[in-house]
C-alpha cells in the first residue's frame, strides 16, 4: 500500500504546489520583531544611576530602532516605579519640551543620561 501526503481533510497534497511554496514564503517573512537591546538593562542603570550604562542602553535602544517617545516612557515609568517623583517629572518634562520645539528628544535624552 503507498501511502501520499494527506491534509486534514483526507486530500491528496502536492509538495510542490504553488499554494505551498507561498505559504513557506509568507511563514518565512512573518517573523516576530527580535530586539537587539535589553529594556531592563536600560532601566536597571537609570535605577542604579550608571551614566555609563544609561548612555550606552540609549544609545543601543535608538540604534537598534526604538522611537525616541517609547525609551522616554520606559524610563519614566521606572523613576515612577523606584519612587523618584524628581526623577520621572524632569523626563515627562523632557517628552513635552521636545514636542515644543525645545530640541530633539535623541538629544536631550542623551544630554539626560550625561548629566544623571
Known amino acids: ?7 486534514f481533510w483526507g486530500l491528496r497534497r502536492r509538495s510542490g504546489s504553488r499554494h505551498t511554496r507561498s505559504f513557506l514564503r509568507r511563514r518565512s517573512c512573518s517573523r516576530a520583531k527580535e530586539y537587539k537591546f535589553d ?4 532601566s536597571a542603570a537609570l535605577a542604579a544611576r550608571d551614566k555609563k550604562g544609561l548612555w550606552l542602553g540609549l544609545y543601543q535602544a535608538l540604534r537598534a530602532g526604538e522611537k525616541p517617545e517609547a525609551v522616554a516612557g520606559l524610563l519614566a515609568w521606572k523613576a ?3 519612587g523618584d517623583k524628581k526623577l520621572s517629572r524632569e523626563l515627562t518634562f523632557l517628552y513635552h519640551d521636545s514636542h515644543r520645539g525645545a530640541g530633539d528628544l535623541e538629544l536631550l535624552l542623551e544630554r539626560f543620561a550625561l548629566k544623571l
Open 1 to 7: 500500500m503507498v501511502s501520499a501526503a494527506r491534509n
Open 39 to 42: 529594556p531592563f538593562n536600560l
Open 80 to 82: 515612577r516605579s523606584i
